[in-house]
């Protein structure tokens, strides 16, 4: 079957005004709490899957179109081919992404719903360009999920199956980059190294400063949590080190994990299992959100003969 030069994936759960899933789970205990029955719950609950479903079928069918990156022709490097960056090559990243934050800072900030359609039309565009086909989907997100009680941790989640993107908390000038690496999932692409390098490399070369700005910030949030791997004091040190002007620098410090005995306790129990999930579905862990992000882009940066030019993996 010759491929479609667009196709549309429906992703028809994300319209729904609360997620699908949740009301799955969520029914019968409401149900019986609100009315002291069980049947109510059980039939909002059915009818509720037969949407989700009816989506996920729908999403499913239309993905079959879907003309993928190859990510070792295009770049050089995937999830099992990364070459580690040396530490003194990270720190001078650092340094230079720090200074052009600084020089190239812009204070803009773009609603959420308004950044939803901007970023998904630049990740739309950035992945047309590598397989000449426009796979259109939905710009909605959602703020409210359960996921954000079970997965502290994290600022955002994309369920795999409907493509359900909520975003959990305000992360200032990082939202574009959180709403990009969601909206890469939602086109198919489940990895999180594959979520992370699309969205970086997508908004750095988007032309948009506000856009460019969150690129860079995750690139140097990251390269900060490779060279001090669980020490919050050593992050901070490296921060001010680095001199980031005040407003970036509140950013950065507002990333630090929730305090609180349920957000540590849920946090690591859930951070382990997610590890252990990720390496069961052909990823390296919770580090190819950092070490992986990072070493993909270096490994790119210095690939011979690859089909896209090693200028997009630029700081
Ligand atoms: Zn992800």
Partial sequence: MPYQDEIRIPNDATYSPVSLLDVVAAAPLASRILLGATAPGRAIQLAALGLYAGSVARDWTARQGMRRIDFRAEFGAD?????????????????RLAVLLN?????????????????????TDFLASITGQRVETSSEIRDVTLAAFLFPFAVGSCEPLSGDVAIFRDTGIFEPHVVTHEFVHRKGYLKELHAQVLAYMALRNSGYPVLVQSARAE???????????????????SLSDAGLRPELMDAFLRLRPAAGLYGSVVGEAMKKLYDARMKLTGQN?????????TNFL???GLAESV???RTLAAL
Avoid: M
């Fill in 79 to 95: 999830v099992d081919l990364l070459s580690e960056q040396p530490a003194h090559s990270r720190e001078t990243e650092v340094q």
């Fill in 298 to 300: 270096y490994t790119f």
């Fill in 285 to 293: 862990g919770i580090s190819d959100y950092d070490r992986g992000f």
């Fill in 219 to 237: 690139r140097l949030h990251r390269q900060l949590r490779v060279l001090h791997p669980e020490d919050p004091d050593a992050f901070e040190a």
């Fill in 307 to 309: 089909g896209q030019p």
């Fill in 103 to 123: 020089r190239e800072y812009t204070d803009e900030r773009v609603p959420r719903k308004r950044l939803a359609v901007r970023v998904n039309e630049v990740l």
